[in-house]
């Protein structure tokens, strides 16, 4: 069974910076992508940011130059680096994983989630 623990959530004011990293662990063959989404009060959850394997990586609009995600593929380990946060950007954030076992391909695995407050 595969796991994700994420870390680095807290409360921050606006204009500050917050580390998100998630770490993954069980019975992983190999890990195709690895993403955060975002969940704000009464809203649906969202795609964040995402990397791929070969590194290639997209983001949604509203953060494009001030989050940067990255990935240890020795560690598997994906990190969301948050900088200019805005009070919007507060929510529960989310890992997911997809990823290969054995002969099945393109399972996936969310983490608990961490929540990020951004103050005013």
């Known amino acids: 069974q595969v796991q994700l623990v994420e870390s680095g959530g807290g409360l921050v004011q606006a204009g500050g910076s917050l580390r998100l990293s998630c770490a993954a662990s069980?019975?992983?063959?190999?890990?195709?992508?690895m993403d955060w989404y975002r969940q704000a009060p009464g809203k649906q959850r969202d795609l964040v940011a995402g990397?791929?394997?070969?590194?290639?990586?997209i983001y949604t609009d509203s953060v494009k130059g001030r989050f940067t995600i990255s990935r240890d593929i020795a560690k598997n380990t994906v990190y969301l680096q948050m900088n200019s946060l805005q009070p919007e950007d507060t929510a529960v954030y989310y890992c997911?994983?997809?990823?290969?076992?054995?002969?099945?391909?393109?399972?996936?695995?969310w983490g608990q989630g961490t929540l990020v407050t951004v103050s005013s």
């Open positions: 997911h994983a997809n990823y290969n076992y054995r002969s099945v391909r393109h399972l996936e695995v």
């Open positions: 069980g019975s992983i063959f190999s890990i195709n992508t």
């Open positions: 990397i791929t394997n070969g590194g290639s990586t």
